[in-house]
């Protein structure tokens, strides 16, 4: 069981009793559950962190449907194309037309379809050809098309709590058929019965399932891969000590101890608190680095965040904001490079998207770098923040007089339209108070 399917997929439940955590989305009596119990599913947008039970939601109502012989046909937004959709489109209108049967098309990562994609479906799920569930990590005001959301109810679910992950990761402890040792009582898991069969007889610290329940920050799916990745690494070093030991028997008890999973957890996910310090640590490191011009250094820093889960985009954010703080007019063009990749990783996402933001960062960390513009901005900031009474006045000369009364009141009044003159103009464009203030040059006003 554990070498084939990744564990989180055999774990994935199929009904809603072994689905944990999220009750205000799903709980007792929430109306989606009532909705689910009578079968009557309203199109959907499941909008959450990752692994947080999206797609694991969508199969149980997939499941449930199925009973009821409702069409269930999923779609990946990261590979499908428009036409595909119009295919399962058509087949829904066949369906219904000559067999009476409802179509539900389940669309994870909706937020990959562009808005005109996202169009496609809306008079379908208008007529009720279709019932939508789309899944999306993004927040769905701004990446899913405003008529298709307003036809969808969205559900929120969230990081699932601890106690959830622990009965999720307690679920699947049971199916392996590993125990948990109560560290309350200390016992030594030798003394526990022997086991005759060439299996070994598999042991879990209980604290090791408390620390993967934490470390997982939410993500199911993180958990179950460090448990699996944890088991594995246990039950492949038994066989190389039988190997190096000449031995031809091998120990027949396991035991995974919480620096096991620490370590299964670090190699699956790398241990990374996307919402917590490290989050902060890394990205100011890779800030730090590029402004540093270290190539090398700001690479590490983006792989870190990236295979530790962080959210491309929120890379992609800070480079477009790094691209002015940092690099300015130094490398106007350093600007346009942030957007684009922006907007590259919006369109591919990850894994794809990683060697965009790489080449982002290796040309950030080479571009000759520039305050100037950064710092003459804080310094107006600054101005304006210290200033004592009532701001001053705009100049009369620089307002504009669109009617007669503004006119008479001198609006307008002395300006020297610049394309006029073929010499250097002479003339005060900051009000009366600040003259001879240069923020380029100086702090204070
Ligand atoms: N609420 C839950 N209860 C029980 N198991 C869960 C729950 N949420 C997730 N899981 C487990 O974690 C695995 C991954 O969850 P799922 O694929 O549903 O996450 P997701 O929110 O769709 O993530 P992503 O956005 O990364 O696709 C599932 O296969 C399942 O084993």
């Not at 909008?47 to 939601?57: A, F, Y």
């Not at 019932?131 to 929120?156: D, K, M, Y």
Request: charged residues 20%; positive net charge.
């Amino acid at each position: 069981m554990l070498q084939g399917k990744p564990l989180a997929d055999t774990m994935r439940p199929d009904t809603l009793q072994d689905y944990f955590g999220q009750s205000r989305a799903v709980g007792q009596d929430t109306l989606l559950r009532s909705l689910l119990e009578t079968n009557e599913i309203p199109s959907l947008i499941l909008w959450g962190p990752p692994g947080c039970g999206k797609t694991t939601l969508a199969h149980i109502i997939a499941n449930n449907s199925k009973k009821h012989s409702i069409r269930f046909v999923t779609l990946s937004a990261t590979n499908a194309k428009t036409n595909d959709v119009r295919d399962v489109i058509k087949q829904a209108q066949n369906e219904k037309s000559f067999f009476k049967r409802k179509t539900v098309l389940f669309i994870d990562e909706i937020h990959r379809f562009n808005k005109s994609q996202q169009d496609t479906f809306l008079p379908h799920v208008e007529c009720g050809t279709i019932t939508l569930i789309g899944a999306t990590t993004e927040n769905p005001s701004f990446q899913v098309n405003a008529a298709l959301l307003s036809r969808c109810r969205v559900i929120v679910l969230e990081k699932l709590p601890v106690e959830a992950m622990v009965t999720i990761l307690m679920r699947a402890i049971n199916s392996l058929g590993i125990h948990v040792l109560d560290s309350s009582r200390p016992t030594d898991p030798l003394s526990h019965s022997s086991n005759s069969s060439s299996e070994p007889a598999m042991f879990i610290e209980d604290k090791a399932v408390d620390t993967l329940a934490y470390l997982s920050d939410g993500d199911a799916r993180a958990g179950l891969n460090g448990l699996q990745l944890a088991v594995l690494a246990r039950l492949s070093s038994r066989k190389m000590f039988c190997k190096k030991s000449g031995q031809s028997y091998s120990p027949s008890r396991v035991l995974i101890t919480e620096n096991d999973v620490k370590e299964g957890l670090q190699r699956s996910h790398i241990l990374y608190d996307r919402a917590g310090e490290e989050h902060y640590n890394c990205i100011s490191a890779l800030h730090k680095s590029m402004r540093g011009s270290d190539q090398n250094a700001s690479l590490y820093w983006l792989a870190r965040m990236l295979e530790g889960g962080e959210d491309p985009l929120y890379v992609a954010r800070r480079l477009v904001r790094f691209a002015s703080e940092d690099i300015g007019l130094a490398d106007p063009s350093a600007l346009t490079q942030a957007v684009a990749a922006y907007q590259g990783c919006h369109f591919i996402g990850m894994p794809e998207c990683e060697v965009l933001l790489a080449q982002c960062v290796v040309y950030f960390a080479r571009a000759p770098k520039s305050i100037e513009v950064y710092s003459a901005y804080n310094n107006v900031k600054a101005c304006l923040r210290n200033h004592q009474g009532p701001l001053p006045p705009v100049p009369l000369h620089l307002r504009n007089a669109p009617t007669r009364l503004m006119k008479d009141l001198g609006y307008g009044k002395g300006y020297k339209y610049n394309p006029m003159y073929s010499e250097p103009v002479d003339q005060e464009y900051l009000p009366e108070e600040l003259r001879g203030v240069d923020f380029f040059k100086q702090r204070r006003c």
